[in-house]
């Protein structure tokens, strides 16, 4: 391990420092994102530590901010995209090579990626299914191919994630010799890849384990491959007393459980370098109590706040758990229900969570919320996005970046102190909402 550079293991929603995360909520507005670059760098080193040999890519749906991608390829991350959008946005953050995992491509992502290949971009095609091999192959692509897999297990932290087992991804896995020797003749074929699915914690090692021996029998089974890649899928612990993942034993189980293979493993997570790194901001603006009662007292309110499903989808998608925190005051705990703004009964992040009692005006802090954060946002309700801010200890020059250092005590995460500050997106306005539309 390279110490200190790697930082702790896992960065809570209480190590971020309430003074500063204030600041840029009066100066940005809510709601708002947070990003800290710091972090995202931290977590790119825990992982090329644990995976010294093998291939790190970051599946940058997860986050696809310019700032977090230029992050990520300087911290020596390849790049994983879903779609030609990921693709062209990773070139433009400075990639020259790029995996492009094709699920059910749309003719004009083929078209759009195909080209990008053309002008000279070191591109690896991932396709899970033969018409997709097909088209590639009608589209005169006889460059760098990798068959995804489906490996039959699956894993992740809620059934909607988990991606192993569904016939929508990959190729059977007994049909894959037959295509990959097909394919031979008219691609450069490089690797097989499967991915069990999203958020996987201690609980799923088991079937991630399953996962990698299956691919690594399959590798020794076909021969002559440049990489075996398991996918992404390294869960982060959302709720406070949720131990982090051990990224050792993962990775000592991963190469334990693929053998002995002629190829190189490769891996491509996305949660894991930026969920810890993100907070989502948000201000209260209308506190009721449940039952009737008095605001003042124990029973259960509802604290509306100015963030919803429309600014973080993923409470109301998976139920998953986010921390909040009351960054304004540490009052007397009551049952709480965090709910947005959006006429949806989904549209809460929290049901009766215990926690300070909310007054109007008070600033929550939303936690992990830079992995599917920002990305999943949309404008649903005529609600423009939200805008995002990045910090980082010593951020490469920018010209006219709008860089300041904020004052207090700045330190490098780890105790949550935020350094330079710029802001990476502005937020939307209505005018973005409605400037598409043709009939006004
Ligand atoms: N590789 C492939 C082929 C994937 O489909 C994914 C995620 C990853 C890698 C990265 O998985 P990660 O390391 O981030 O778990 N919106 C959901 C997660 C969907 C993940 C989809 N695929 C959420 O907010 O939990």
Not at 91 to 109: C, K
Request: hydrophobic content about 40%; aromatic content about 4%; glycine content about 12%.
């Amino acid at each position: 391990m390279s110490g200190e550079a790697a930082g702790p293991t896992v960065r809570r929603l209480a190590d971020w420092s309430a003074a500063d995360l204030t600041e840029l909520a009066d100066e940005y507005g809510t709601p708002l994102y947070v990003t800290d670059l710091d972090r995202v760098r931290e977590n790119a080193r825990r992982l090329l530590d644990a995976f010294p040999d093998a291939a790190v890519s970051y599946a940058v749906k997860a986050h696809t901010g310019r700032a977090v991608l230029a992050t990520v390829r300087d911290a020596g991350l390849g790049a994983e995209c879903a779609s030609a959008g990921e693709v062209v946005r990773a070139i433009d953050a400075g990639y020259d090579a790029v995996q492009y995992t094709a699920v059910n491509p749309p003719a004009e992502d083929l078209d759009i990626v195909l080209d990008r290949w053309r002008s000279g971009v070191d591109l690896t095609v991932v396709a899970g299914a033969r018409d997709t091999i097909d088209r590639l192959r009608d589209r005169g692509f006889d460059g760098r191919l990798a068959l995804r897999v489906n490996p039959g297990v699956g894993a992740g932290h809620h059934e909607k994630v988990t991606t192993g087992g569904h016939a929508k991804f990959g190729v059977p896995y007994d049909r894959a010799p037959e295509l990959l020797a097909g394919a031979r003749a008219d691609f450069d074929v490089v690797g097989i890849h499967a991915h069990a699915g999203s958020g996987i914690s201690g609980d799923d090692l088991a079937a991630h384990r399953e996962l990698v021996a299956r691919m690594g029998d399959l590798a020794r089974e076909v021969g002559d491959l440049e990489f075996v890649d398991v996918g992404g899928g390294f869960g982060v612990p959302y709720r406070e007393d949720e131990p982090p993942l051990d990224l050792d034993a993962v990775a000592d189980a991963t190469r334990e459980a693929l053998g002995d293979v002629d190829a190189q493993l490769a891996v491509e997570p996305g949660r894991y370098l930026v969920a810890d790194a993100g907070v989502l901001l948000t201000r209260v603006n209308t506190v009721k109590p449940v039952d009737g009662g008095d605001t003042d007292g124990t029973v259960p309110v509802v604290a509306g706040v100015d963030a919803g499903m429309t600014t973080l989808l993923r409470p109301a998608m998976y139920d998953a758990y986010h921390a909040i925190r009351n960054l304004t005051d540490e009052r007397p705990e009551r049952p709480v229900t965090v709910a947005g703004p959006v006429c949806e009964t989904s549209d809460l992040f929290c049901e009766r969570r215990p926690m300070p009692t909310p007054r109007r005006g008070d600033l929550l802090a939303i936690g992990n919320a830079g992995a599917y954060g920002y990305e999943m946002a949309s404008t649903y309700n005529s609600r423009p996005r939200p805008a995002e801010v990045v910090c980082e200890a010593s951020p490469t020059p920018r010209g006219a970046g709008g860089e300041r250092r904020s004052p207090g005590n700045r330190t490098r995460s780890g105790n949550g102190g935020i350094d330079a500050v710029r802001l990476a997106r502005e937020r939307e306005t209505l005018a973005h909402v409605t400037d598409l539309e043709v009939d006004r």
